[in-house]
């Protein structure tokens, strides 16, 4: 079993991947009640070689490390609103890192629109670490903070467990988007209208609405697009742009020059209402979010190494970074250790912050794999038929 997020989607004109089904022996296809007859010998030459497995991209896989370490920082960062510099780091962070998160989700689940056989991992690699991952959170608040279990609890996405839930409806509706002719400006629209909807209460379901168009984005985006963005010029660019970022973001913190809007806006958690804005109001906002997200995010992929290296691999292992950094940091905020006023001042900011980098390191790394890949990808084949023509 692969990440979440591991599989790549083929290049653009080739053929679909070969299926159980190409495997079938010459007696299988043969005529039923017909006498079976030897198989012509083969013509004597070099014995025909396996067609090798196309290489993964390291681009891809060092994106995703690097997203996976930058989610990490980022929930560390959200201890820090009480300093003006880090806060405005944060509101940058987080106008892109998760959208760059759902959009290379999104160019990974290009076989859901394909073939329905891709839906049987739902399952395994969504639907059981939800459950696995929910019980540990709720253990946790137990244990630590002593709070009473409720059996409703686990219906409930705690913290980070809403993107499992997001991308299972994601995925199921992949199919969909690869009929529709202009796919990712319907799921705009879908955004955008959704944010007026009353299930945005729900701060899963507001996400999955709000969110939908970078999924969609990468779903369908013509892969030469994205090598585009590997092009000297393009990085030198995408640095400019998020240089240009920060300072734009610590003015906007001051509120003197352009009015603050609710921040809320980058979490994706919220409806138009509960930030206070009219519908139409609420729309032009989101769509301007929409926007800077994937200017921000095409200058963070701009800026991705393009070579292999020593992380390239552990771009392989961004579900481990992802879900298990969060037990990580619920125990230090419950505990009150991030709380802890050295931590708020410069030098702690900057300590916080190398440390959640090293974590995310740490956590993408073998040995951690192996511990945990009984949480993280469990072994939930049992719970599936086999599939027509498999035995």
Not at 37 to 43: D, L, S
Not at 46 to 68: G, H, I, L, S, V
Not at 280 to 288: D, F, N, P, V
Request: hydrophobic residues 50%; charged residues 15%.
């Amino acid at each position: 079993m692969t990440d979440v997020l591991a599989t790549p989607p083929p290049a653009t004109g080739s053929a679909p991947p070969a299926t159980d089904s190409a495997l079938a022996t010459d007696s299988a296809l043969a005529t039923p009640g017909a006498p079976s007859t030897p198989a012509p010998r083969p013509a004597p030459g070099p014995a025909a070689q396996p067609k090798p497995a196309r290489p993964r991209d390291a681009f891809f896989d060092n994106a995703k490390f690097f997203t996976a370490v930058l989610v990490v920082v980022g929930h560390f960062w959200s201890q820090f609103g009480d300093s003006r510099a880090a806060h405005a780091a944060y509101v940058v962070l987080y106008a892109f890192h998760m959208p760059v998160f759902v959009f290379i989700s999104g160019y990974f689940s290009r076989g859901f629109m394909r073939s329905t056989d891709k839906f049987r991992s739902v399952l395994p690699t969504l639907v059981v670490p939800y459950v696995i991952f929910i019980l540990l959170y709720r253990a946790q608040l137990i244990l630590i903070n002593g709070v009473q279990f409720r059996l409703g609890e686990l219906l409930r996405p705690h913290f980070l467990m809403w993107f499992l839930v997001a991308l299972v409806f994601w995925r199921l509706s992949a199919p969909l988007w690869g009929h529709l002719r202009h796919p990712v400006a319907v799921s705009v629209a879908f955004s955008l209208v959704g944010g007026s909807w009353a299930f945005t209460a729900d701060s899963t379901l507001s996400r999955t609405a709000g969110l939908l168009p970078l999924f969609v984005l990468g779903l369908t985006v013509d892969p030469e697009h994205v090598r585009r963005l590997r092009a000297r010029r393009a990085r030198w660019a995408g640095l400019a742009v998020l240089a240009a970022a920060l300072p734009a973001a610590y003015v906007w913190e001051l509120g003197t020059v352009v009015p603050k809007i609710d921040s809320g806006l980058l979490y994706w958690n919220q409806g138009y209402d509960a930030m206070g804005f009219g519908t139409a109001e609420g729309m032009m906002w989101r769509l301007a979010a929409l926007v800077f997200a994937v200017l921000l995010g095409a200058a963070f992929l701009a800026c991705i190494p393009r070579g292999r290296s020593r992380y390239t691999e552990m771009g392989t292992r961004t579900m481990y970074v992802y879900l298990l950094h969060g037990l990580v940091m619920k125990t230090l905020d419950y505990t009150g250790v991030l709380d802890k006023p050295v931590l708020h001042h410069p030098f702690g900011i900057v300590s916080v912050t190398v440390a959640a980098a090293a974590l995310g390191v740490v956590l993408a790394t073998a040995p951690v794999r192996r511990l945990t890949r009984w949480a993280v990808e469990p072994d939930a084949r049992w719970l599936l038929r086999s599939a027509p023509g498999r035995t």
